[in-house]
Nanobody, 126 residues
Framework: QVQVVESGGGLVQAGGSLRLSCAAS????????MAWFRQAPGKEREFVAA????????YYADSVKGRFTISRDSAKNTVALQMNNLKPEDTAVYYC???????????????????WGQGTQVTVSS
């Protein structure tokens, strides 16, 4: 059974940093594309960052470019999201997503996603 579990969320002041982690188990994840999405109250889920299985291609939403960094450890089936200079508008539930087919580029539109995590809450106070 495949499991995708996020961790690392919490409460932080504006300008602070958090590091989210996503651990996948139950299958070989070395050749899957992985991504982060978020959903704020009353809003639709939106793309944050994606990374190809090789780690050679990364995509970011314009709203987080220069502040967030996605990385992965394929040997450990984990992907991380380092979030710096956080803003109140970053407050949301953050979800990890896994896609075995398609591309990291396609994940930006939620295409080809096979598994979702349960989400972790990030709250940024002003």
């Amino acid at each position: 059974q495949v499991q995708v579990v996020e961790s690392g969320g919490g409460l932080v002041q504006a300008g602070g940093s958090l590091r989210l982690s996503c651990a996948a188990s139950g299958r070989t994840f070395s050749r899957c594309n992985m991504a982060w999405f978020r959903q704020a109250p009353g809003k639709e889920r939106e793309f944050v960052a994606a990374m190809s299985w090789s780690g050679g291609v990364r995509y970011y939403a314009d709203s987080v470019k220069g502040r967030f960094t996605i990385s992965r450890d394929s040997a450990k089936n984990t992907v991380a999201l380092q979030m710096n200079n956080l803003k109140p508008e970053d407050t949301a539930v953050y979800y990890c997503a896994v896609a075995f087919g398609g591309s990291a580029q396609a994940m930006r539109d939620m295409s080809g996603i096979d598994y979702w995590g349960q989400g972790t809450q990030v709250t940024v106070s002003s």
